[in-house]
């Protein structure tokens, strides 16, 4: 039996080129969602600027372009609960002592539940067909969904990763797989933070001791990567 090995390619990416075969890689959009992100939605209404998680909003969609001509498997992460808030913890709930916070009426809809305006994906960045959508109840992607199963069995060993907030649902969804052997490279202008100084060492703490969690690069960097790994399966 003959086998062929899979080609590997290299992104440019601190703290050092990551290798990576491209079948065996996935992008994943962490909750580029209305409540984050965009003017209006309880991201705001809690006092947020959402102007600092825009900036994202333009790289990752040249991001998934290429990903997606690349024959990438792309998935997407929402943050929010069933409408009876059964998966949502009571200390969730309670967190912040909220006048209006998730399950209540907001601007978009009921906060974070499942279905409402305010929980989909903005619409520069909506999955197509084929790109699994998680829904998970908290900040991780794999704690309470299938993300580990549908992972495995593709395969994917690499994880490319984009969304909100960087040190809050990027940075737990991280640790999560690194601890579970995933190799993820953040890129820095596809995730974003309300707190610029969260942005900054969010950042410095995934890819400080040789990585310790994992890589840091740009999308222009992960772009070209995808393009050479396009053009060479072509
Ligand atoms: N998606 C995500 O990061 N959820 C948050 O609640 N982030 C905050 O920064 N609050």
């Known amino acids: 039996m003959v086998t062929v090995a899979a080609q ?46 825009r900036g994202a909003i333009a790289p990752t969609i040249q991001v998934l372009k290429a990903a997606r001509e690349t ?3 792309v998935l997407h ?80 060993a690499t994880l490319i990763v984009c969304g909100v907030t960087t040190e809050v649902c990027v940075h737990t969804t991280v640790r999560e797989a690194n601890d579970r052997g995933y190799e993820c490279l953040v890129l820095e202008d596809c995730v974003g933070s309300y707190f610029p100084e969260f942005q900054r060492v969010a950042l410095e703490m995934i890819k400080a001791q040789g990585g310790i969690f994992g890589w840091v690069g740009t999308s222009s960097a992960a772009i070209s990567a995808l393009q050479s790994a396009a053009s060479v399966a072509a």
């Open 8 to 53: 590997n390619f290299f992104i440019e990416a601190q703290p050092y080129a990551l290798e990576f075969d491209p079948a065996a890689t996935a992008l994943i959009v962490i909750d580029m969602q209305r409540d984050f992100v965009e003017p209006g939605g309880f991201g705001e209404m809690l006092g947020n600027d959402v102007s600092l998680l």
């Open 77 to 156: 992460t929402r943050e929010g609960h069933v409408p009876d808030l059964s998966d949502a913890p009571p200390s969730k709930l309670a967190r912040g002592k909220l006048e209006t916070g998730i399950g209540d009426e907001g601007p978009m809809g009921r906060i974070l539940v499942r279905g409402e305006e305010g929980h989909d994906i903005i619409p520069e960045l909506a999955p197509i067909d084929g790109e699994p959508v998680i829904d998970k109840p908290g900040k991780g992607a794999f704690y309470a969904t299938d993300l580990g199963d549908i992972l495995q069995a593709r395969n994917i």
């Open 71 to 73: 024959g990438l498997f």
